[in-house]
């Protein structure tokens, strides 16, 4: 009989409007969480026979909740350089716990604060993970989430960090005089300023040199040479050593070695073939006596007609800016991130470090993932297959730092769902009602 079916969708009714206004308070209660994405309740028709007779049989309706992960929150900005929202597509990789056995959660409630042990974590307990940095700054991607760690910056404190980048901006005086002494030296046969410093008779004085301290992988601290000799106008040789050479197994202690040129207008003249030795820019290898082990360490020395590094003006020879980096780390003053999802420790001593790079995990259809408890999604077959990269690569977005994404619950909205579903409940519970009233009837035919 269609009137048990009117009721049977009179009952679908109730249940679907119920449903929707599940949401609803969802949305409502969730409009200040960070980064809370709105589920949208979208109805569907339930039919029982859809063919078009003289009797007619109502289906009714079921609700889907959808939620709107793909829709992004304004960004807001906060105090804390540690609160981070992504600009784009993409989640944070979080675990609930610092185990690699810890289930995966994905989140872009990016509200990440050291806990009592350093441990990066949002206020919904999911552990902040990403690929820890080697000691020259480098990290591989092999796509799984096991080759990540959870994002802890105090066991820094107290460790050493090797010398992996020296830099200098240095004036090398272009009216300086030719040296007597520069007649004797030999190009071919480098290491005579390095003889010199080591009070050799056989070595050659330069004409102007300055140290730097650079350290090794167990925090010790070396003196690194480097010694400039005028040979020709806009022409110098150049020696880079270690002292005492003891330090080192190079001999001298002698770690690069040639010839500087600069062009007229006092910029440095890297051209190949006729220009700078090329030794002179590549990475130092360094081999310390003490068993420390040896990083590379990059020479910032200038480019090709710049003046961002080794000059040859009028002025005195002299330093003007630079140093090398590494050293004991202190104890930690700050942390910055960068768009790209780097994380740096900042010391009190103003020395910074790389640590960590964020990854972010991108989705082909994100709206499919499976929610859970706090704020964040698991994934699954509708989903699709995680990919995993850093901001701002392959579709990834870019971190914003001292941010977080603000709900996309629009109140207004939701008050008005709240009218429209109430309503729609009443009217099923009113079709409920009437058929009722409709069958007593039929049942009142036999009196």
């Known amino acids: 009989m269609s009137l048990y079916s009117a009721l049977y969708a009179g009952v679908s009714g109730l249940s679907a409007q119920s449903s929707a206004m599940a949401t609803v308070a969802d949305n409502i209660t969730n409009i200040?969480?960070?980064?809370?994405?709105?589920?949208?309740?979208?109805?569907?028709?339930?039919?029982?026979?859809?063919?078009?007779?003289?009797?007619?049989?109502?289906?009714?309706?079921?609700?889907?909740?959808?939620?709107?992960?793909?829709?992004?929150?304004?960004?807001?900005?906060?105090?804390?350089?540690?609160?981070?929202?992504?600009?784009?597509?993409?989640?944070?990789?979080?675990?609930?716990?610092?185990?690699?056995?810890?289930?995966?959660?994905?989140?872009?409630?990016?509200?990440?604060?050291?806990?009592?042990?350093?441990?990066?974590?949002?206020?919904?307990?999911?552990?902040?993970?990403?690929?820890?940095?080697?000691?020259?700054?480098?990290?591989?991607?092999?796509?799984?989430?096991?080759?990540?760690?959870?994002?802890?910056?105090?066991?820094?404190?107290?460790?050493?960090?090797?010398?992996?980048?020296?830099?200098?901006?240095?004036?090398?005086?272009?009216?300086?005089?030719?040296?007597?002494?520069?007649?004797?030296?030999?190009?071919?046969?480098?290491?005579?300023?390095?003889?010199?410093?080591?009070?050799?008779?056989?070595?050659?004085?330069?004409?102007?040199?300055?140290?730097?301290?650079?350290?090794?992988?167990?925090?010790?601290?070396?003196?690194?040479?480097?010694?400039?000799?005028?040979?020709?106008?806009?022409?110098?040789?150049?020696?880079?050593?270690?002292?005492?050479?003891?330090?080192?197994?190079?001999?001298?202690?002698?770690?690069?070695?040639?010839?500087?040129?600069?062009?007229?207008?006092?910029?440095?003249?890297?051209?190949?073939?006729?220009?700078?030795s090329p030794s002179l820019f590549a990475p130092l290898n360094v081999s310390y006596t003490n068993g420390a082990t040896s990083v590379p360490i990059t020479m910032a020395l200038g480019d090709d007609k710049g003046i961002n590094g080794i000059t040859s003006f009028g002025q005195p020879s002299s330093m003007i800016r630079g140093g090398a980096d590494g050293g004991i780390l202190g104890n930690i003053a700050a942390t910055d991130i960068s768009p790209e999802g780097v994380v740096s420790a900042i010391f009190d001593d103003g020395s910074t470090r790389k640590v960590f790079q964020l990854p972010i995990a991108t989705f082909p259809n994100p709206n499919g993932l499976t929610r859970v408890s706090g704020n964040a999604y698991s994934g699954n077959r509708s989903s699709g297959t995680m990919t995993m990269n850093a901001p701002g690569q392959l579709g990834a977005g870019k971190l914003l730092s001292n941010t977080l994404e603000a709900s996309t619950v629009d109140l207004a909205s939701e008050f008005t769902n709240m009218i429209r579903f109430q309503?729609?409940?009443?009217?099923?519970?009113?079709?409920?009602?009437?058929v009722d009233d409709m069958l007593r009837e039929v049942s009142d035919l036999k009196r």
Request: glycine share 10%; hydrophobic share 35%; no cysteine.
């Open 423 to 434: 309503r729609a409940y009443s009217a099923s519970s009113k079709i409920i009602t009437t």
């Open 32 to 276: 200040n969480t960070v980064a809370y994405k709105g589920v949208d309740a979208q109805f569907r028709t339930l039919v029982t026979d859809g063919r078009t007779t003289s009797s007619y049989a109502a289906g009714g309706v079921a609700a889907t909740p959808i939620s709107q992960v793909t829709k992004q929150g304004l960004p807001q900005a906060t105090g804390s350089s540690t609160d981070l929202a992504i600009n784009g597509d993409g989640f944070f990789i979080t675990r609930t716990g610092t185990s690699g056995t810890d289930p995966v959660a994905y989140t872009r409630a990016g509200s990440f604060k050291p806990d009592e042990q350093g441990f990066m974590r949002n206020p919904s307990g999911m552990y902040l993970y990403g690929w820890r940095l080697d000691a020259t700054g480098n990290y591989t991607n092999t796509g799984s989430v096991d080759a990540l760690q959870p994002v802890r910056l105090s066991d820094l404190v107290g460790t050493a960090a090797p010398t992996t980048k020296l830099e200098a901006r240095i004036n090398l005086q272009s009216d300086a005089d030719i040296s007597t002494a520069a007649a004797s030296y030999t190009p071919a046969a480098p290491g005579q300023m390095a003889a010199y410093a080591a009070n050799n008779a056989t070595g050659v004085a330069p004409t102007f040199s300055r140290p730097f301290t650079i350290y090794d992988s167990q925090g010790g601290s070396h003196q690194l040479n480097m010694s400039f000799l005028k040979t020709a106008p806009n022409t110098w040789q150049v020696e880079t050593y270690v002292t005492p050479a003891s330090d080192v197994t190079a001999a001298n202690g002698l770690l690069a070695s040639g010839t500087l040129k600069f062009n007229g207008d006092g910029s440095l003249d890297r051209t190949p073939t006729t220009g700078s």
